[in-house]
């Protein structure tokens, strides 16, 4: 199988485009990732989203005037595809000489490209949520950080760095809990260009309690591992679902962002409400 970065232009020299042009975003199958977590498309064993803002968004009214907005997407984890990030950043730069009678003209633009990008080879093949926020709105982003108990408040020794998942336990003697643990170290690399991703992380589960040092550790663990958001996400998902053995589990992370962009995977064991439209300060 070709490599799917190939052609991809992640770590490349580049051209910026001054028109319009939807066949500038690069889907990336998941597929290769998650079979290396042992798991398939067909039966996941969690739910969820990857929650992208686009911050720097404009197009042309048809006087000619640029108009700007924020952008919110939801791409279902169950989509075959991601979208590359920086074929993303270009895909949203095409609009900025191009001509649009309205902002929902823009949305549906945005809601058809990205799903046939992210759907791409699928019988299943559903909507991307868009949502566009004007400027008269800007004022009511929220900006606050991850409600839960803070890890890092914990002094540990940290010395792994690649993902450690035998680090993981719970403590199997004592009475189950329902816990929020939230953190701010984790940092992975992009697996193309070797840059630094930083995010917060937002852990809510029921079980046994979840030795939290140790659980600090795996999370600083992954400081040198090269992986896209979601792959990391899903990958931390599945050492705790199975070293911990909770009944119940999300993970949940707010990642800084690059190009213009965040992206804010979500997976959880069960179908819930939707993570409040927040940014943390970082962001």
């Known amino acids: 199988m070709s490599d799917p970065l190939h052609h991809a232009p992640l770590g490349k020299t580049t051209i910026y485009p001054s028109q319009y042009d939807p066949g500038l975003l690069c889907p990336i199958p998941r597929l290769a990732q998650r079979q290396a977590l042992g798991i398939g498309l067909a039966r996941l064993p969690f739910v969820g989203a990857d929650?992208?803002?686009?911050?720097?968004?404009?197009?042309?009214?048809?006087?000619?005037?640029?108009?700007?907005?924020?952008?919110?997407?939801?791409?279902?984890?169950?989509?075959?595809?991601?979208?590359?990030?920086?074929?993303f950043k270009l895909y949203l730069n095409s609009f900025n000489q191009s001509v649009f009678e309205n902002s929902e003209q823009v949305r549906e633009?945005?809601?058809?490209?990205?799903?046939?990008?992210?759907?791409?080879?699928?019988?299943?093949?559903?909507?991307?949520?868009?949502?566009?926020?004007?400027?008269?709105?800007?004022?009511?982003?929220?900006?606050?950080?991850?409600?839960?108990?803070?890890?890092?408040r914990l002094d540990v020794e940290c010395s792994r760095y690649e993902p450690a998942p035998e680090l993981l336990r719970s403590h199997r003697d004592q009475a189950q809990v329902s816990e929020t643990l939230t953190s701010r170290l984790l940092k992975s690399n992009c697996p193309v260009t070797g840059q630094?991703?930083?995010?917060?992380?937002?852990?809510?589960?029921?079980?046994?309690?979840?030795?939290?040092?140790?659980?600090?550790?795996?999370i600083v663990s992954y400081r040198n591992h090269n992986g896209f958001h979601e792959d990391c996400v899903e990958r931390?998902?599945?050492?705790?679902?199975?070293?911990?053995?909770?009944?119940?589990?999300?993970?949940?992370?707010?990642?800084?962002?690059?190009?213009?962009l965040d992206i804010n995977p979500l997976r959880s064991s069960s179908p819930g409400r939707m993570p409040p439209s927040i940014r943390t300060a970082r962001q």
């Open 109 to 152: 633009c945005l809601r058809r490209d990205l799903g046939e990008a992210a759907w791409r080879g699928s019988d299943a093949g559903a909507s991307i949520g868009v949502q566009l926020i004007d400027p008269a709105a800007f004022d009511q982003e929220a900006v606050q950080e991850l409600d839960g108990l803070d890890l890092d």
């Open 236 to 260: 931390i998902f599945v050492d705790i679902w199975q070293r911990c053995q909770p009944s119940q589990l999300s993970v949940y992370a707010r990642y800084t962002r690059r190009g213009g």
């Open 51 to 87: 929650f992208w803002t686009a911050f720097e968004l404009s197009w042309l009214n048809p006087r000619g005037k640029p108009q700007v907005a924020l952008a919110q997407f939801t791409f279902p984890c169950e989509t075959p595809h991601i979208i590359e990030s920086k074929s």
């Open 196 to 218: 630094p991703d930083w995010a917060s992380l937002q852990i809510r589960y029921h079980g046994f309690p979840i030795d939290q040092a140790c659980l600090l550790q795996y």
